[in-house]
């Protein structure tokens, strides 16, 4: 007489071999907590990352970089210009400092030069009013004295500054342009690495 287990081991068929061995159920289980055990720690570092403005709240000006505060206040250019000094219209600080390979006479040496001083003077005086404007945005903040109109009318300011800022670049490089010859321009733009020179 057969016993019951092989009688139901005959009858379903694959009692025995649909379910897998004791070990690989255990390898299947400890494979599944150890994927829990190294997934949770990355999503809780995740959780509480710091922000990328982290520190920046003890700054002289919270909302102005260190590197931002120094380019204002000596009149860099910042990105400002680059819509005209990517399309053939050279700035007057770099078009100085390959005056010799781009064969600059002594007349537009003196014109240049004269463009980049006026130029940075004008720059460093909109920088000083632009970190003044910032100082006063995050003062009032800081101290919960502001309205939206207060707001709106503080960043319009702002805006405005950034904006004369950039004109005043970008007027730059167009005064030098015209005092350069085509030629120099070419030179130029090849010396600067712009590979659709002219």
């Known amino acids: 007489m057969r016993s019951s287990g092989a009688v139901a081991r005959r009858v379903t068929g694959r009692m025995d071999t649909c379910r897998p061995p004791r070990v690989q159920r255990y390898a299947i289980v400890l494979l599944a907590l150890a ?6 720690p990355g999503y809780a570092q995740h959780e509480h990352e710091d922000s990328q403005y982290a520190g920046m709240e003890h700054g002289e000006i919270p909302s102005l970089t260190s590197q931002e505060l120094e380019d204002l206040r000596s009149g860099a ?12 219209y050279p700035g007057p600080l770099h078009a100085l400092e ?38 006063h945005l995050n003062l009032r903040f800081r101290r919960g004295h502001l309205d939206e109109e207060d707001l709106a009318s503080a960043t319009r ?42």
């Open 35 to 40: 994927a829990c055990a190294v997934a949770r």
């Open 77 to 88: 250019g910042m990105g400002f210009a680059k819509a005209a000094e990517l399309n053939h």
């Open 98 to 135: 390959l005056a010799d390979a781009i064969e600059l006479t002594d007349e537009q040496r003196s014109d240049i030069l004269e463009i980049q001083s006026g130029m940075r003077e004008r720059a460093i005086e909109l920088g000083t009013a632009i970190i003044d404007a910032e100082r």
């Open 157 to 198: 300011e702002i805006a405005r500054l950034h904006g004369e800022l950039r004109y005043t670049h970008l007027r730059a490089h167009l005064a030098t342009r015209d005092v350069l010859e085509q030629e120099q321009v070419a030179e130029y733009d090849r010396l600067r690495g712009y590979t659709n020179a002219q």
